[in-house]
């Protein structure tokens, strides 16, 4: 019997039926239609590139099983993505993509010095052969400076982080360190640093490892006496990024081996590069010393994106998607997402994913609807004037009296208490928190957020205290 594109795709259905759940089927394999075979290779109709990518980034092991049942090793798959116009006379058009999984970044090899008298150098990662590593460079090639939108608000960083790519270990921005608040683009920064420098600079060690993971692999390291292999290790990367330095806070362990290590590849031409919430004036708990070095080179901030640059990155998620709406729509998600990128990345594929499941239209009602959780979860961010007027009414005290000079007992604690609960509920620094409750500086608002800690361990009544405002401030 002669396999047609139907048959074939139906076979694979079948497959694909009995290895997922039900909804996963519903919603990811009913709609695709089967188009056509041609040697060996079969074309299937998916609504939208986000459709495609979903698929190619969940499903692709899935699909190429099946495939290989039906057709053998030699199979091939192609998706074709549907364009509809529904805003004009435009006919649709059709785009065809091969099924194709990104190229990861390939794994590194080192040549440990013969010098070096410990022939079994452990990779905290892996446990290597003798003498040659293969270092995985942990980078995620997805995250490019070509999907990294340049804007007023990240100028500074990107621009740093191109020429850091240009010339690692070559510019005085060593080390970068890049910070800012959530979702804003630290992250992705640092990968495409590292992506473009394996891209132009093949032979070099990029490593890309979180400060959570390098801790861990610190704390492992002491428990099995390989402490110094850990230093040697870190010591032969040509390009370290190390993202959420914040994270070493208060453990000093890790700090002074990262210090080791850190000086170690400033002084031999490497490149480090850091990422952080929060800038180094404002890091708790870092030793000096470390925080001179991260001082050395550029601290460059994040900001929240402008309305341009909100508009770009829609723009440019939709063209990435395959996917056309009206300007209106994209100028209505721009104006009333303006957070972070995360979650301007999160509404437009909400609303792209609603429309093609639902086949629905996308109309400004749809976006009102999608935006509106969007905007709630915004709006449940806290304020410091909001903390402010909380802990006056808490204590029944005036605002202006707890931004006053006046050193009485309750109401010095009343602004310590302020000042804790704007650190832990906003994004702020800590200068602009103390520039906000009474013109403190950032040394008070430090101090104050020790004597809470400290009085809350010690004190019954002041943790109530510190309950309640908490409750309240968590409704």
């Not at 490497?270 to 404002?282: C, G």
């Not at 309750?410 to 832990?424: D, I, N, P, Y």
């Not at 608002?445 to 943790?463: G, I, R, Y």
Request: proline share 3%; aromatic share 10%; charged share 25%.
């Amino acid at each position: 019997m002669t396999k047609t594109a139907q048959s074939v795709w139906n076979n694979c259905l079948s497959f694909i039926k009995d290895n997922i759940q039900d909804q996963a089927y519903k919603t990811w394999f009913e709609p695709i239609q089967s188009v056509e075979l041609n040697d060996n290779a079969l074309s299937i109709q998916v609504p939208s590139k986000f459709f495609y990518e979903w698929l190619e980034e969940h499903y692709v092991k899935l699909l190429k099983v099946a495939l290989t049942k039906e057709l053998g090793p030699s199979a091939k798959l192609l998706y074709k993505i549907r364009m509809e116009n529904t805003y004009g006379n435009k006919l649709p058009f059709t785009e065809q993509i091969p099924s194709y999984n990104r190229t990861a970044v390939k794994t590194q090899e080192v040549d440990v010095p013969i010098a070096n008298k410990n022939p079994e150098l452990k990779n905290p990662f892996i446990i290597p052969g003798i003498r040659n590593l293969k270092i995985e460079s942990q980078l995620n090639a997805n995250y490019s400076f070509d999907n990294f939108l340049e804007g007023d608000a990240n100028r500074l960083a990107r621009s740093a982080g191109m020429a850091v790519a240009n010339k690692p270990g070559g510019t005085s921005f060593n080390p970068l360190l890049i910070f800012g608040g959530v979702g804003l683009g630290k992250t992705h920064l640092a990968h495409a640093i590292g992506v473009e420098i394996k891209d132009k600079y093949p032979e070099k060690t990029v490593l890309y490892i979180s400060a959570e993971i390098f801790t861990q692999q610190y704390i492992d390291s002491v428990k099995k006496n390989t402490r110094i292999d850990f230093i040697h290790f870190y010591q032969l990367i040509d390009v370290l990024i190390l993202d959420d330095v914040q994270f070493l806070s208060g453990k000093s362990g890790t700090q002074d081996v990262f210090f080791h290590i850190f000086n170690h590849l400033h002084q031999n031409g490497k490149q480090v590069i850091l990422t952080s919430d929060k800038a180094p004036v404002d890091m708790q708990d870092i030793e000096q010393r470390l925080l001179s070095r991260f001082k050395w080179g550029l601290s460059a901030e994040l900001h929240q994106p402008d309305y341009e640059t909100r508009i770009s990155i829609l723009k440019n998620i939709l063209y990435r998607d395959g996917v056309e709406i009206p300007e209106e729509i994209i100028e209505y998600v721009a104006k009333n997402i303006k957070s972070n990128v995360r979650e301007l990345e999160g509404a437009i594929i909400s609303l792209i994913a609603q429309s093609s499941f639902n086949k629905r239209e996308v109309t400004i009602d749809l976006a009102k609807q999608v935006v509106e959780k969007f905007v709630k979860n915004v709006k449940r961010e806290i304020s410091i004037d909001y903390i402010q007027k909380t802990v006056s009414d808490y204590f029944q005290l005036d605002i202006e009296i707890l931004q006053s000079k006046t050193r009485k007992r309750h109401v010095v604690q009343a602004r310590q208490l302020a000042m804790f609960f704007a650190k832990k509920f906003t994004k702020a620094s800590l200068a602009n928190i103390g520039s906000q409750i009474g013109d403190r500086d950032h040394a008070t608002v430090l101090h104050a957020c020790k004597t809470v800690d400290n009085l809350v361990a010690t004190d019954k009544q002041f943790k109530k205290f510190v309950d309640d405002i908490n409750k309240k401030l968590s409704l």
